[in-house]
């Protein structure tokens, strides 16, 4: 596997924001982009959330969830199969990287692109680009720094 795509970055494909661009021109430019099964789950709720804020409509939310499942049945984006082990990876993670203040489901994402020898990690969350980095994993951000 060359490159592993975590949620936040991959939502950026079906919801139009800043950097939304960018990540579908990183992802053409990969040979093959792979994430967890967890990213099924993540995907989900970030649409219903952002629905409930008000971010998007019904409308968009039933559009960016259709398209996303068939990206997923088309192979867009490989879904690494369950890995009841990587639980226990993931917890490892945090020692691993202890100035990072990692989340359990980032630190998911980081044992699965490890795991199955991910060589890029895309990700629009800065503290989880910072552990991705600190486990020596190249690193593509997609998020908007604060002037």
Known sequence: MSAYIDTSALAKCYIREVN????????DAQDEVSTSPLT????RCLLARR???G?????????????FDRD???HTWR??????????EARNLIDLVPEVPLRALDALHLAYARHFGA????????????AALALGLSVFTFYQLKS
């Open 51 to 53: 629905r409930r804020a």
């Open 40 to 43: 099924l789950v993540e995907f």
């Open 20 to 27: 939304s661009l960018d990540v579908l021109d990183w992802a």
């Open 119 to 130: 060589k890029s990690f895309a990700t629009a969350d800065k503290n989880q680009a910072a």
């Open 55 to 67: 971010q998007i409509d019904l409308l968009l939310e039933r559009r960016a969830l259709a398209e």
């Open 72 to 74: 997923v049945l088309g």
């Open 79 to 88: 879904v690494y199969p369950e890995a009841a082990q990587l639980f226990s």
